[in-house]
């Protein structure tokens, strides 16, 4: 289905070039945030059984979420000549728009709500924003950085940056950069 | 220095930057691995639940 729709704002039509081009990436990407959202959807559900009816995916969300981030991808390309995207610039960018685009969702009733114990009621508002971290660990494996409690550190401070809401994805890559050793694993 | 005029990099130093091996290395290494696209890995459900935990600590302080 994906590919008889023109990307968010990144293509004119399916005949440009850049359509062309990127269309694999755009949907080999799409099907990798879908299949990691179902996973982590099913870890939830193991932890918290409690919650196994609250955890929706929201599928527009990340159609439109994967679209946003290639639309920076191209930008980056073909406006300011990068011809390389490191993985932490992968991983900023694709949090950013899963943070505005929520992939994860609460789908719960106020009686419902207020029925859970608080842990499970921290999980649940919070759960879009584990995702987000999450899906940085899917781009830069723990095992592979410099220094996993610094990485802690800073995926704490990006928790609190988009519970405040001023999550900057510059500013997020250039801190994963500093635990992140280049290895070469590239691509938009 | 008015606001309008960049101050422009000695041609030396620009040579200089150019010929350095490690960043020679580095822009090639992008350029050369564009191509490749990204092969997500295999995130087993088992990491996955380490990290959410992860998470959670970090969320409860």
């Known amino acids: 289905m994906v590919d008889r729709v023109a990307l968010f704002g990144a293509f004119l039509n399916e005949e440009s070039p850049l359509y062309t081009e990127y269309n694999k990436k755009f949907t080999d990407r799409l099907q990798e945030v879908e299949r990691e959202a179902k996973k982590f959807a099913v870890v939830v559900k193991d932890l918290r059984p409690s919650l196994a009816p609250h955890v929706d995916i929201n599928h527009a969300n990340i159609f439109i979420a994967v679209s946003r981030y290639f639309n920076d991808a191209i930008r980056l390309r073909t406006m300011h000549k990068i011809s390389g995207v490191h993985r932490t610039k ?6 950013k728009w899963c943070w505005l685009n929520p992939i994860l969702n609460a789908n719960i009733g106020y009686d419902d ?4 114990n608080d842990s499970d009621k921290v999980l649940l508002l ?3 924003y584990l995702f987000t971290l999450d899906l940085i660990r899917y781009f830069i494996p723990p095992e592979q950085v410099h220094d996993v409690h610094q990485m802690d550190q800073i995926l704490s401070r990006f928790l609190y940056m988009m519970k405040v809401g001023v999550y900057e994805e510059h500013h997020a ?9 280049i290895n070469g694993e590239e691509s938009v | 220095m008015a606001d309008t005029e960049k101050p422009e990099l000695p041609p030396e130093t620009i040579s200089k930057l ?4 490690a960043l020679k290395a580095e822009v090639s290494l992008e350029i050369e691995n564009f191509s490749i696209p990204y092969v997500g890995r295999d995130m087993p459900n088992e990491e996955k639940a380490s990290g959410l935990q992860r998470s959670l600590d970090l969320l409860l302080g």
């Open chain 1, 90 to 95: 992968i991983a900023a960018y694709t949090a």
């Open chain 1, 113 to 116: 709500y207020f029925a859970l």
């Open chain 1, 126 to 128: 919070n759960i879009n």
């Open chain 1, 173 to 181: 890559a250039a801190l994963l950069e500093t635990i992140d050793p």
């Open chain 2, 18 to 21: 150019c010929s350095d091996p």
